[in-house]
């Protein structure tokens, strides 16, 4: 039996501790704001990962045409096997077995398709705005138009969910996904995706009027 994705409550994160969403200075040279940033214990270390270092500018595609899920899942992982060494074909594996036990859809036109992979040292993402809504399994069964593959390193469960917790909490803020839905361009679906520096600009209008 398949089991619908659902995001359990945590308590509001600490500075520094858990899994964000934290302000930090910028690290990436095509990102002019802060970035969205959370903070991941690893191997009893502390790792910070950032939703701009999860998702990068090439592995963001918008207006994706697909009319199967398949077709999706076909398209993120060979976005997600950019830059990672992986094989796009073992990713697709990954997460295929995955859909045989859950639900990628969340609810609101959301899908957060995920797996573990071997190969891998931190979490990776890719990120698809789709043309036409696609059946991802949703229990309030809208079709989705905005998609998020989520991959962590094989045997790192507890890394993966912590990253779908902090993909579901960005993606399920209704401006943030209002913002995708009207974004011009992947940079700016990567600004709003990854920075909070945005809201109350008109930032996306802006970058629509360059455009």
């Known amino acids: 039996m398949r089991r ?12 520094g501790v858990g899994c964000g969403p934290l302000i930090s200075p910028s690290r990436n040279p095509h990102l002019a704001f802060p970035e969205i940033e959370t903070t991941q214990e690893i191997d009893g270390g502390m790792s910070t990962i950032t939703l701009a ?5 090439e592995r963001i595609a918008t207006g994706l045409r697909a009319v199967r899920k398949g077709q999706v899942l076909d398209d993120l992982a060979r976005m997600a096997a950019t830059g990672t060494g992986l094989d796009e074909r073992a990713i697709l594996a990954a997460v295929s077995a995955r859909a045989d036990l859950t639900t990628f859809g ?4 959301l899908a957060l398709p995920h797996a573990t992979v071997g190969g891998l040292q931190q979490p990776v993402g890719a990120f698809a705005r789709l043309e036409t809504p696609v059946d991802f399994g949703a229990l309030d069964e809208m079709p989705a138009d905005l998609v998020m593959l989520i991959l962590a390193p094989e045997g790192e469960d507890s890394l993966l969910l912590r990253a779908l917790a902090c993909a579901a909490r960005r993606l399920r803020d209704r401006e943030v996904a ?7 361009n992947a940079e700016a679906l990567h600004i709003v995706l990854t920075s909070d520096a945005w809201r109350g600009r008109g930032l996306v209008k802006d970058l629509k009027s360059a455009a």
């Open 178 to 184: 209002a913002n995708l839905r009207g974004a011009a």
């Open 106 to 109: 969340i609810g609101r036109g």
């Open 4 to 15: 619908a994705f659902t995001q359990t409550a945590e308590p509001a994160p600490k500075p």
């Open 53 to 57: 270092n999860l998702v990068t500018h």
